[in-house]
């Protein structure tokens, strides 16, 4: 016992000592190394662009915002893009215009940045049909891009970039379903390009009990064991050496179309976390061009019903409406646009409910700023 | 740099971590970790945290580390340990010994504000070494229940029997479909807590004999890499407590 309390005050020393002279050395702040991994796709196909967090910088983050943006000759549009940690407790919102992303995010369980094995970050970009063989571009985030420690201290992104080449046979665009807890037997639907009947498909964290290809776009996979298939990493092999590493995650598909354009443009990147019952507000009195949205996601393979309710400081209820979302659906828009057009005073509170549990995520929009700034919602009521 | 878009636009988002009037003291948080969420208070403070990124955050960090997920001997735990420490020492919380008293506030103040990097002085350094030795001899020497705020002797008498734990225990490869304890001599009946780690109660049920199954809508929320508690309490025919298992832990294996 008493040696390996020495041996752990050593440790704790070198630690703090090697700590306070990295802090000493300079005006260099530490910052959060990140490394993004190259890519070889064809034209046509996906390419997932993964930020790898350095497993030396690994620690709780509370939230950060980022910016990116691709080249248009070798890209054509932003497929998708989604948020990781190991709790799945990540939310935020990305504004996406052509093939330039802004993103804002929340980390509220700190687990943002402590797993190396999740990238923090993917972002699926669609590669430019009429790119060359050959052709190369720059993967990277823009210097702007900063995270929040657990200690609200802001710490500047350093970025190994990537390298992207268009080259190769095979590329995975997506994964159906994505997301969630999923039994044996499940068929797992994985899309992308240039899948052949020899093309290999390996899972680290799940097990098949069959594979079948379907077609050059998609090959099938049955779960041969129940799953939770968020972060699931899937890796395809073509005979010619061809490969392509994805992600999985539930990449809903918009149910709707806000007619604000700045929420039309807003991929709402929802947690993990799932409520039946959720409140957004009490609402504040918002500055100019400001406005509140809600972002709602089914991950459940049941239709949802959702019930909106506006209730008032005193607990009345004042409006109310109900959507229906099938499973994989998503809807993102101003409140207004959920109580037919009339804006909610401050002071008031959105109540959701739904008859299955869903991802819930509210919004900030600021029009003349151009961002979204993502909203925790609470639980209301006990779950069990 | 000072104010240029990027600082703002990084500002949003502390803005939005920040603690707010609301918030609650590590007292609260404590108490959210270590006693049942069934009074009103509680339900109110689980509410805010639910609702506030800034509590969320704390109180999950303060539960990674009252309930640590090693448990492979004193070594490996010492070991990760160190791991965190060298990851983020700012980042670490830790409930008061004693819930509730007047000098905690004060001792949580001292505690943050050491870590903050104003105070990495050589002399900051030897300091917290020493505090560290210290937490790690608190942490070493800890027993596996917290201590609870009530006189011990009290807690002795009620709770003399110590129920044998036989399973779930520890890392499982599949969910596990009862609960299984060894009969208590002098116990008519048994009361069961499954719960999450935060001591959210995820079922509750009564026994006679010395197993229960787990109904499957329980079942069903038992997922790979969720670290769940369970306690067995004993019951006399006269329907007062007798004896605990006290807290048991167990968890699915990821099947990676
Ligand atoms: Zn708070």
Known sequence: ?384 | MENSIDDREIQVIRAAVAATPACLPIEKLCSLLHEPRDSDPQLLAAAHVAACVHCSIELSLLREFEFPQPQAGEEAAVDWIAARLSRDVSARRSCPQIIGRDRDAGRRAWWRAMFTPRFASSTAVAFATVLLLISAILYVRRPMEPRLASSPAAAEVQRSTSIVALGPLGELAQRPATIQWRDAAGASSYRILLMEVDRTALWRADASGSEIAIPERVRSRIVPGKTLLWEVTARSASGSEIGSSGLQRFVLKLNK
């Open chain 1, 1 to 384: 016992m008493v040696s390996k309390l020495v041996g752990f005050v050593f440790a704790v020393t070198l630690v703090l000592w090697a700590d306070h002279g990295k802090k000493g050395g300079g005006a260099d702040q530490p910052g959060f190394e990140v490394k993004v991994p190259n890519e070889t796709q064809p034209p046509g196909g996906t390419v997932q662009v993964k930020f790898m967090p350095d497993p030396t910088s690994l620690a709780p983050m509370a939230g950060g915002t980022g910016r990116a943006a691709f080249d248009l000759a070798s890209f054509s549009g932003i497929d998708g893009i989604e948020l990781f940690s190991g709790t799945g407790d990540v939310l935020g919102a990305a504004v996406i215009q052509g093939t330039q992303v802004q993103v804002r995010f929340l980390s509220p369980l700190g687990t943002f940045g402590t797993d190396a094995n999740y990238p923090l970050m993917t972002i699926a970009l669609h590669v430019n049909p009429k790119a060359s063989l050959g052709q190369q571009s720059i993967l990277t985030l823009d210097p702007s891009t900063q995270f929040i420690n657990a200690s609200n201290q802001a710490l500047p992104v350093n970025v190994k970039p990537g390298t992207f080449t268009a080259g190769g046979t095979v590329s995975i665009s997506n994964v159906i379903p994505g997301g969630g807890a999923w039994p044996a037997g499940t068929v797992v639907r994985l899309l992308g390009t240039g899948f052949q009947a020899a093309t290999s498909v390996t899972a680290p964290g799940l097990s098949f009990s069959a594979v079948t290809l379907q077609s050059p776009s998609e090959i099938d996979l049955t779960l041969a064991q129940g799953a939770t298939l968020d972060g699931e990493q899937i890796v395809v092999r073509n005979p010619d050496g061809s490969e392509d590493t994805y992600f999985s995650y539930l990449r809903g598909v918009p149910a709707a179309k806000s007619a604000v354009p700045l929420f039309a443009a807003t991929w709402p990147l929802f947690s993990t976390l799932t409520h039946t019952a959720a409140a957004l507000g009490p609402l504040q009195a918002l500055g100019p061009g400001q406005l509140y949205g809600l972002g709602l996601q089914n991950p459940h393979a049941h239709t949802a019903q959702i019930v909106l309710t506006l209730v008032s400081s005193g607990g009345a209820s004042i409006a109310s409406s109900g959507l229906n979302l099938a499973f994989g659906a998503r809807v993102a828009g101003a409140l207004s646009e959920f109580f037919n057009g009339s804006v909610p005073a401050p002071g008031t509170t959105v109540r959701v409910s739904s008859s299955v549990p869903i991802q819930i995520l509210g919004l900030l929009g600021d029009t003349s700023a151009t961002t979204v700034t993502p909203i925790i919602v609470g639980q209301v009521g006990n779950s069990w």
